[in-house]
């Protein structure tokens, strides 16, 4: 693999050979001080251009950057709409492991970018296109701290959600149980915890992409448990996950409510813990 000296002799070579590329910066994880690097960590490299359509018709300086592994050109996806704007991707994986996410900004898009780039640090700039650079910060990522009728929106959309997940278990629609269990109870779940973490270690931090951060922010008991509602391996499993989740979810709403003195609808979280457990047994008493 090049080391990350290489890569930035290399970004910094093919930028200020081409015409077209006035500036060059650098995002993401790499201009943030927190992150700590890996074999993984991306290089997030913005050209600023004063002509993207000549860049896009030849792209044979692309091969400057190494042999390619596999690609992505989000802004030409026919399946996954565009959202960039003028702005456009280059995602490359190489076969020595280094990954580039190049984005052509052309100089009449840098507001819009700068939106969306916490972390811009200038590599190049002979212009000054740069100079109004904000000082890096991840505040965009903050935790939110949540007011009670938050609170009553995540209790209540957790707590409805999950009779969809019943339902589909008793179906046999495991896909669409799944999904629901996955992609709104335990996101609200994490929702939840995230508001525990920052109610108890402060707002001012993230838990980063995908609260990737947060199982470091809890105790390895409470980990653990979150972990154990991730096994989606068999209908037997997805029950057991489907309780599990429930019970992790109504422990920590109690004890966050009482912390933040807000109301928790304990009524209702049992009715619908005691329905699940009602299906969950028919079920089983039934096939």
Known sequence: MRSEAEMFELILRVGQALPQVEA?????????PAVLPDAFQDYDVVYLV?????????????????????QQTPEESSLFPPSLGERFTFLMLFKDGNRIDLMLTPLTAIKEWQADEPFAKA????????????????????????????FQDCCNEFWWVTTYVVKGLCRKEYFYASDHLYEICQKELRRLLAWQVGSEDGWQQSLGKNDKYLLQ??????????????????????????LATQEL???VAMDFAHSQQFYYDKKTAAKVQSYTQQWYNDFYQTH
């Open 24 to 32: 060059i910066a650098l995002g993401g994880s790499r201009g943030n």
């Open 50 to 70: 004063n002509d993207k359509e000549a860049l896009l018709q030849d792209r044979s300086w692309l091969e400057a950057f190494g042999e390619v592994l596999i």
């Open 123 to 150: 590599l190049w700039d002979p212009k000054g296109s740069l100079k109004d650079l904000p000082r890096p910060s991840d505040r965009t990522f903050w935790l939110s701290e949540p007011n009670n009728a938050q």
């Open 217 to 242: 922010k809890l105790t390895p008991e409470l980990g653990a448990k979150l972990l154990h509602c991730q096994d989606f391996s068999s209908p037997k499993a997805l029950w057991q996950s489907l």
């Open 249 to 251: 979810f109504h422990k």
